[in-house]
């Protein structure tokens, strides 16, 4: 007798929301029966057994029984997990793949604006859902760190529909892959499905980039795919800070480096403390390689979700220290961490007046900037034009300022 085998995937039960549980059990007859548990069952039960009795006709799976618990799963997310519990049983390379939202593989610009990046663990879709509406410049799917070892398998499909059916509101769509080499696995997964920025965790080398560069280019190939996909190495250890300059110059996809200052405190044997001491060489270690490059430099987390004013002193350091945006893992840090990363009214005043004289010197032909009495070297004409363009983009200025401005 053939010993049936067991497959399960999902979450169910407590508070979990939007989520749900698969339990498969192959059979030698009996065709494929469903057993369905849901409050919404009344009204999509019907569409709900529909996608499963799809799925295993695509995979030519004629008898199997298929337990589902459920607490109001979207289509993508049943989706991800009844394939997960399939391939768990069935050695096979398809994909079930649905149709994609339109859009879905758009490429973000390298100088996007990278202030806020919000994590999301990648094995939890009631986070993922409505993340977009609160407007972060970015939106983490987490593979790494926020996912439980035993998670990782079944989260790579959920973060790889999460992509193609996910609305992000116009966020930048990242993931977090897991430490290198493992992480190479989870490629498979994003590459050819909307990733515009993969995070690539505890980076202590060029050579790592190397391997997710070759990586990536394999999978494109293989799809006839040339999308650009940037990556943020991040700095973790005191190697990696030792090595900043080395990750950040490796690779021409490279947009920024952000640290992360759990590990890297961690790594020296010392506490994290709110005046970061500890971790000033590191930081502008990292905003150093960056701007030697001439990339972002995107700051750690703020981890006390509770301490609104401690966010905001955090923010302006860190701002002053150069870099250009941070880490979050809650929504109520977003305005917190935009806000003080903006440019400050008096900056974008004295900026638009440099870019002006700039312009005028430009066109009488002269070799030097002066506004008022003091010279303005190029350095600082660059910085204003920085200025101007975010404040421009933030709508903090109109776009016409000069004529509002120029006299």
Not at 322 to 336: K, L, S, T
Request: charged share 25%; glycine share 8%; with cysteine.
């Amino acid at each position: 007798m053939v010993k049936e085998k067991f497959s399960q995937t999902g979450n169910y039960g407590g508070k979990i929301r939007s989520d749900c549980q698969v339990i498969l059990e192959t059979a030698m007859s009996g065709g494929i029966q469903i057993e369905l548990v849901s409050k919404v069952k009344a009204m999509y039960g019907q569409a709900i057994e529909s996608l499963i009795r799809d799925m295993f006709q695509f995979y030519g799976i004629e008898h199997i029984h298929v337990s589902v618990q459920d607490t109001g799963a979207v289509p993508f997310v049943m989706a991800a997990r009844i394939e997960a519990a399939i391939k768990k049983m069935l050695d096979t390379d398809l994909e079930f793949l649905q149709d994609p939202i339109e859009g879905y593989d758009k490429e973000s610009s390298k100088d996007h604006f990278r202030f806020s990046r919000l994590y999301l663990p990648g094995n939890s879709p009631s986070l993922m859902l409505n993340a977009g509406v609160h407007k972060p410049n970015g939106l983490i799917l987490d593979l790494e760190d926020a996912v439980a070892v035993e998670k990782k398998y079944e989260a790579r499909f959920l973060v790889r529909n999460a992509l193609r059916k996910l609305n992000f509101y116009g966020a930048e769509k990242m993931v977090r892959i897991n430490q290198i080499p493992a992480g190479l696995v989870d490629l498979d997964y994003i590459v050819n499905h909307g990733v515009q920025l993969i995070l690539v965790p505890k980076c202590e080398s060029a050579d790592q980039i190397h391997e997710v560069n070759n990586r990536i280019e394999q999978i494109q190939s293989k799809a006839g795919s040339n999308r650009n996909i940037w990556l943020m190495p991040i700095i973790e250890s005191a190697l990696g800070v030792i090595k900043a300059f080395d990750i950040a110059s490796s690779a021409e996809n490279i947009v920024a480096l952000a640290i992360g200052l759990e590990d890297y405190t961690a790594d020296l044997g010392c506490k994290r403390t709110f005046d970061g001491t500890e971790s000033f060489y590191a930081r502008s270690a990292v905003v150093n390689a960056c701007k030697a490059v001439g990339i972002q430099a995107i700051d750690s987390v703020f981890s006390d979700v509770g301490d609104i004013e401690g966010l905001k002193l955090n923010v302006r350091k860190s701002k002053s220290l150069g870099f250009d945006g941070m880490g979050c893992i809650h929504p109520r840090q977003i305005r917190v961490i935009h806000e003080n990363f903006a440019p400050e009214p008096d900056e974008i005043t004295r900026a638009q007046k440099i870019v002006m004289a700039f312009e005028e010197a430009t066109r009488k032909g002269l070799g030097v900037v002066s506004l008022g009495t003091k010279m303005i070297d190029p350095p600082v004409v660059k910085r204003a034009e920085k200025i101007v363009k975010l404040a421009t983009d933030l709508e903090m200025i109109p776009k016409n300022w000069r004529d509002k401005y120029g006299d």
